[in-house]
Structures are given as C-alpha cells and as structure tokens.
C-alpha cells in the first residue's frame, strides 16, 4: 500500500512538473495582467511618439545640475546616474545615494518605481591638471 501511495506521489510531481514547464514555455512565468496590459496601452496612445525620459533641469550646485528622468523597467539609481554620468561619477557610490535621497526626500533609493520620474544628479568633471 505504501509502495503504491509512492509511486502515485512520483507520477503526480511529474504531471505538475511537465504542466509547469508547458505553461511557462506558453504563457510565461509571469504574464501580465489584462488590467496592467490596458494601462500600458492608454498610456502608450496618450503619449508623444518621441517622449523623452530625461530633462535637464535648470537647478544647480557646484558638484552637480540635475535631471529629471521617467524610470524604465530594469533601472536603477546607480545603473541611471552611471547612464547620464558617460564620463563615470566622480564620487562614491554612497554619495551617489545620498545625492538621489537629498534631490528626491520621499524616495528611497531601493524602491524606484517603474514609469515615475526622478531627480539624478549629473556631476561635474573635476580637471586635476598637473
């Protein structure tokens, strides 16, 4: 009896595995909701064509200007000031942090939302010239 119970325990995982594995290779791991789908439509036809994602600003300071930049799926504070910084930041990464958490107070730096817009600092090149 236990030998049977087993054996029907093994043949089930299998199923639910296969099953898993077809349904994943159709629909995907996580498909997206017909609500979230429609959202991304709407906003995609109220949209410019040529929206850009980055401003700059006209605020200022003696290490940095800023820029304002709508968050894409996959970015994060540090992959987008490295993004606007092409030269690399010229300071550390802390201060990268603490700059994006003085240019926007109510965010936290690790909870970035997708499709909101973001103040980033741009810093200065510093020339140490001999």
């Not at 994943?24 to 789908?37: E, I, M, V």
């Not at 040529?50 to 968050?71: A, D, F, L, S």
Request: glycine share 4%; aromatic share 6%; with cysteine.
């Amino acid at each position: 009896m236990i030998e049977v119970g087993k054996k029907l325990l093994i043949f089930f995982c299998c199923v639910l595995f296969v099953v898993s594995i077809g349904k994943d290779l159709t629909t995907g791991t996580f498909p997206k909701s017909s609500a979230h789908q429609q959202i991304q439509q709407t906003q995609a036809q109220d949209a410019p064509k040529k929206e850009p994602t980055t401003e700059i600003k006209k605020q200022e300071t003696k290490r940095y200007q800023t820029v304002q930049h709508r968050v894409t799926a996959g970015e994060t504070v540090l992959s987008i000031i490295e993004k606007l910084n092409t030269d690399g930041p010229p300071v550390t990464i802390k201060q990268m942090i603490k700059d994006f958490e003085d240019l926007n107070p109510d965010v936290k730096p690790h909870h970035i939302q997708t499709n909101r817009i973001y103040t980033f600092p741009i810093y200065r090149q510093t020339s140490n010239r001999l």
